[in-house]
C-alpha cells in the first residue's frame, strides 16, 4: 500500500512539472513571433526542457531568414552659401535686414534749384568820414567829412544753384555823391592843403562786390522743413575813390592865363586818389519759408584785421513771389574802412531800406 501511495505523488509530481515546462515554452515562442527577427536569442541561448518531462509535439513551421530593411535615402538638399553653412547637426537663422525707412521727398524752394538775376537799390544817408593814416608825413589837420545828399545806390546780383540747398551769389552796388564845405582851418586832403576858409568842393564813390557761397548748415536732411540755415563764405572787394578841389581859388591871372607853380605846371587845387582792398567775410544766413510765395530773410557776414581793414554788411527782408518774379523789401546796412597803415584812410557806415525784383528760372 505505501508503495502505492509513493508511486501516486511521483506521478502527479512529475505531471505538474510537465504541463508548467508545456506553459512556459508556449510563451516563449509567442514572445519570439513579436520580437523582430535581428533581436531574437540564438537557439542555443533556449532554455532546454526536462529530460524527465515527455517533449511537447510541435508543428513543424517554415523559417524566414531575416531581412535587413532598405536604408533609408535622404531628400535632396540645396546646397547653403559658403558663408550660411552651419555645423552638422544645427540650423542657422539667418536675419533678413529691416525694410528702409519711406524716403520722404526733398523739397526745394526758389533759389535753391536753377537760377536767378536781381536788381535792387538803397538809400543811404550817411557820409564818409575822412582822415590821414599813419603812414603820414605832415602835421596840418585831415580829418574832415564828404557832403552832399547821396544818389540811390544801386546793386544787382545774379545767384546758380550749387545742389544740396547751396547757392553760389554774385552781388554788387555802388554809391556816390557830391558836395561842399569850407575849411575852419588849414586842411590837408591828399596831396594839396587848404587854408582856413576855403570853399572846398568834395565828391567820393564806394563799390562793394561780393562772391558768396551760401552753405546749407540746418536742418539735414531738409524733407519737406521750411526752415534754412545757412553759413556764408564769401570774397568781398571795396574800392573808394575820393575827390577834392577849391574852385573858388583863382587858377589864371587876370588877363586869362594860366598860373603855373614853381616847376612851370599849371596851377591846380584838385586832387584825386582811390583806395582799393581784397577781403574775406565769414557770416550766416536764416530763412523760413512761410510758403511757397513767401518768405523771411537775413543774412550777415564780416571781416576785419586790426589797425588795417574792416568790412561788414547785414540785410533783412520780406519777400513775396509771383509766378517767376519776387518782390523784395526789407532793410541794408554796409560799413568799411581802408588800411589805416596807409597815408589816407576812409570809413563809413551806410544803412537804409531797400527795394529790389529778382526773377527765377525755377
Not at 9 to 23: A, M, N, Q, V
Not at 46 to 63: I, S
Not at 150 to 160: D, T
Not at 297 to 311: C, M
Request: glycine fraction near 6%; proline fraction near 10%; aromatic fraction near 12%.
Amino acid at each position: 500500500m505505501e508503495l502505492y501511495e509513493v508511486s501516486v505523488k511521483r506521478f502527479s509530481t512529475g505531471f505538474i512539472c510537465t504541463c508548467l515546462l508545456i506553459s512556459a515554452s508556449a510563451v516563449a515562442m509567442r514572445a519570439q513571433e513579436r520580437r523582430p527577427a535581428e533581436e531574437r536569442p540564438p537557439a542555443a541561448a533556449e532554455a532546454a526542457p526536462d529530460p524527465q518531462a515527455a517533449p511537447p509535439q510541435q508543428t513543424p513551421t517554415t523559417q524566414t531568414p531575416p531581412q535587413t530593411p532598405p536604408a533609408p535615402t535622404p531628400p535632396a538638399q540645396t546646397p547653403a552659401p559658403a558663408d550660411t553653412q552651419a555645423p552638422p547637426g544645427r540650423s542657422v537663422l539667418i536675419k533678413q535686414p529691416p525694410p528702409p525707412p519711406p524716403k520722404l521727398p526733398d523739397v526745394r524752394m526758389p533759389g535753391e534749384m536753377g537760377w536767378f538775376v536781381g536788381v535792387s537799390g538803397w538809400f543811404p544817408t550817411e557820409l564818409p568820414s575822412f582822415d590821414k593814416g599813419r603812414a603820414s608825413l605832415f602835421t596840418n589837420s585831415s580829418k574832415l567829412q564828404f557832403q552832399g545828399k547821396p544818389k540811390i545806390a544801386r546793386g544787382g546780383e545774379i545767384g546758380i544753384a550749387a545742389g544740396a540747398h547751396n547757392t553760389l551769389r554774385i552781388a554788387y552796388f555802388d554809391s556816390r555823391a557830391a558836395g561842399d564845405f569850407t575849411t575852419t582851418r588849414d586842411t590837408t586832403a591828399l596831396d594839396q592843403t587848404y587854408v582856413a576858409g576855403t570853399l572846398v568842393a568834395t565828391n567820393y564813390r564806394v563799390q562793394n562786390a561780393k562772391i558768396s557761397f551760401e552753405y546749407l548748415t540746418w536742418p539735414y536732411p531738409v524733407e519737406s522743413r521750411r526752415f534754412r540755415l545757412k553759413t556764408l563764405w564769401q570774397i568781398q572787394y571795396v574800392s573808394f575813390r575820393a575827390g577834392f578841389d577849391a574852385p573858388l581859388l583863382p587858377t589864371t591871372d587876370s588877363s586869362g592865363n594860366l598860373l603855373t607853380d614853381a616847376n612851370g605846371n599849371p596851377v591846380s587845387f584838385a586832387a584825386l586818389q582811390s583806395k582799393w582792398f581784397i577781403s574775406p567775410a565769414f557770416g550766416l544766413g536764416v530763412a523760413q519759408y512761410a510758403s511757397k510765395y513767401f518768405r523771411l530773410e537775413a543774412n550777415a557776414s564780416g571781416f576785419t584785421i586790426p589797425r588795417h581793414t574792416t568790412i561788414w554788411d547785414v540785410d533783412a527782408s520780406a519777400n513775396i513771389r509771383f509766378s517767376h518774379f519776387e518782390l523784395r523789401v526789407g532793410g541794408k546796412a554796409f560799413h568799411f574802412k581802408t588800411s589805416t597803415s596807409q597815408d589816407f584812410y576812409t570809413h563809413n557806415i551806410m544803412g537804409s531800406a531797400f527795394a529790389g525784383v529778382r526773377w527765377y528760372s525755377k
